[in-house]
């Protein structure tokens, strides 16, 4: 009975053994496994089986990108500007191995190294480029980390400064600058405006005036086309009319020649023209010795004519 036991303890024992030997890797890691304390190979994604007691994992490492933000580091412009700036850095591991037996502290190898590259270029700077050249700096500050990460197995995708803060004092001059500057720019684009607005309304004067004279050069040419147009019709009737008593005078003419009027019918119709010209206000006029004698027949008929009436 206790044989059978003990049989059943060792074949518990020897089933936990083994399945503590077997391992599962993830997806984006890695493990470092050491066999009798040295390196004995990287495993990969899947399943692995290690040697019992003698083999063991020396280290699990995260493959993904990893993102570490510093704490702010003071550093000194080469003007003696003291300030405050803080790092991010993007990195990956590439190398297990190396990762593993590169560095005893990777990510505090990285924030030490960070810092001291960040001085060295920032002490080469003023405090304007500092603040102007920020895209800059991170490439010189990535190229720095990536060769000298390089040797740990770890690759340094980007850094970027997050906060650079300067000292109280020299951000209250530099908000009276910006100040200053609003100002200035305001004042510009006051005067700008004015000058704009200005320039629009002696324009619009001019294109007022402009089209003033204008309407009025139509205006004086139209004026002036309608009374040419009165004119030529008022001209036109007094030709009309001209020509319609010439055709009387000589449809008139025309109706004598046809009667074939005799003398003393001339001379009745001379008497009549010069009764027409008697209405005009000549005060002196000479009667012809034809038209005197014309006048006595013209009275003796009409005494006659006067005789016969009374009887």
């Given amino acids: 009975m206790v044989g059978m036991i003990i049989a059943v303890v060792l074949i518990v024992f020897a089933m936990l053994i083994v399945v503590s030997c077997i391992k599962i890797v993830p997806q984006a890691h890695a493990v470092v496994v050491e066999r009798l304390g040295g390196y004995l190979g990287t495993w990969g994604v899947g399943i692995h089986i290690k040697a019992p007691f003698i083999d063991r994992i020396a280290k699990r490492v995260l493959l993904k990108e990893q993102v570490v933000d510093f704490p ?6 080469k003007d003696n500007v003291t300030m405050q700036i803080d790092t991010v850095v993007y990195f990956q591991i590439t190398d297990p191995k190396l990762f593993a037996y590169g560095v005893e502290n990777p990510i505090m190898a990285i924030e030490n190294l960070t810092a001291t590259t960040l001085r060295n270029i920032i002490g080469d700077l003023e405090l304007d480029e500092t603040l102007t050249s920020r895209e800059t700096i991170n490439t010189k500050m990535r190229a720095s980390l990536d060769v000298a990460t390089d040797p740990w197995g770890i690759k340094v995708n980007r850094v970027e400064l997050k906060n650079i803060i300067p000292p109280q004092a020299i951000q209250d001059a530099m908000e009276k600058q910006m100040k200053a500057e609003r100002e200035r720019r305001e004042a510009i684009l006051k005067a700008e405006g004015e000058k704009k607005s200005t320039i629009l309304v002696a324009e619009g004067k001019k294109e007022s005036a402009i089209l003033d004279a204008e309407a009025e050069k139509q205006a004086a040419i139209l004026r002036a086309e309608a009374h040419k147009e009165a004119m030529i019709r008022e001209a036109e009737g007094q030709a009309e009319a001209i020509l ?20 003393a019918v001339l001379q009745l119709k001379s008497l009549e023209a ?3 010209a008697a209405d005009g206000k000549a005060t002196k006029i000479i009667i012809p010795s034809e038209i005197q004698s014309v006048a006595g027949l013209a009275k003796s008929i009409a005494e006659v004519a006067a005789d016969k009436s009374g009887c």
């Fill in 244 to 263: 319609k008593i010439q055709q009387a005078n000589a449809d008139g003419l025309r109706f004598l020649k046809e009667a074939a009027p005799d003398a």
């Fill in 72 to 77: 702010p580091q003071p550093v000194i412009t």
């Fill in 274 to 276: 010069f009764t027409k």
